[in-house]
T-cell receptor
Framework: DSGVTQTPKHLITATGQRVTLRCSPR?????VYWYQQSLDQGLQFLIQ???????AKGNILERFSAQQFPDLHSELNLSSLELGDSALYFC?????????????FGEGSRLTVL | AQSVTQLGSHVSVSEGALVLLRCNYS??????LFWYVQYPNQGLQLLLK??????LVKGINGFEAEFKKSETSFHLTKPSAHMSDAAEYFC?????????????FGSGTRLQVQP
């Protein structure tokens, strides 16, 4: 158990819909990262937050947005969903802002868009 | 820009045989390098990392990797494979000049261990 909690574990929805994925980082971790894992794209970095502020942006679509709340949990919002958004979305956390340390990954939220 | 190439999307070895998973990186500044493992239906878990210092890095479960700057490589090895090593392995890189840059992962190598 990494200590990172993601909900929901599975989600099935239709094209055009909007969903919210939630992540609770390990106790004490200030950084939260979102990654998308799909068969064709592999593991793609989406976005990073540190103590409530956006720190780095990767290949995140404009239809996607995220935020980190004062209690440090984070939400990833996916809107106007397309079939290609079907993937496993991982949240990871680390205690520090810098990438010299270890990322702790949750078990992921599997999104299926029909 | 940083990138990672993992040679071989699938590797199959016999139990007790040497495991060698290949990773080459590209980075404009000295890299930080990582190997993560993903077991079925689980998130990724850190196996080992190289930041500075000794180029031969030992990790969990008997794995080790050697940073070779001249070859831009960070191959993962284990002398004797165990059935429990069957999983997907990801090499990752981040750049040391700006710690804000998140990890860039390779495409992964699925390791099968035959009895």
């Amino acid at each position: 158990d990494s200590g990172v909690t993601q909900t929901p574990k599975h989600l099935i929805t239709a094209t055009g819909q909007r969903v919210t994925l939630r992540c609770s980082p390990r106790s004490g971790d200030l950084s939260v990262y979102w990654y998308q894992q799909s068969l064709d794209q592999g593991l793609q970095f989406l976005i990073q937050y540190y103590n409530g502020e956006e720190r780095a942006k990767g290949n995140i679509l404009e239809r996607f947005s995220a935020q980190q709340f004062p209690d440090l949990h984070s939400e990833l919002n996916l809107s106007s969903l397309e079939l290609g958004d079907s993937a496993l979305y991982f949240c990871a956390s680390s205690v520090e802002q810098l990438n010299t340390g270890e990322l702790f990954f949750g078990e992921g939220s599997r999104l299926t868009v029909l | 820009a940083q990138s990672v190439t993992q040679l071989g999307s699938h590797v199959s070895v016999s139990e007790g045989a040497l495991v060698l998973l290949r990773c080459n990186y590209s980075s404009s500044v000295p890299p930080y390098l990582f190997w993560y493992v993903q077991y079925p239906n689980q998130g990724l878990q850190l196996l080992l990392k190289y930041t500075t210092g000794a180029t031969l890095v030992k990790g969990i479960n008997g794995f080790e990797a050697e940073f070779k700057k001249s070859e831009t490589s960070f191959h993962l090895t284990k002398p004797s494979a165990h059935m429990s090593d069957a999983a997907e392995y990801f090499c990752a890189v981040s750049e040391s000049d700006t710690g804000r840059r998140a990890l860039t992962f390779g495409s992964g190598t699925r390791l099968q261990v035959q009895p």
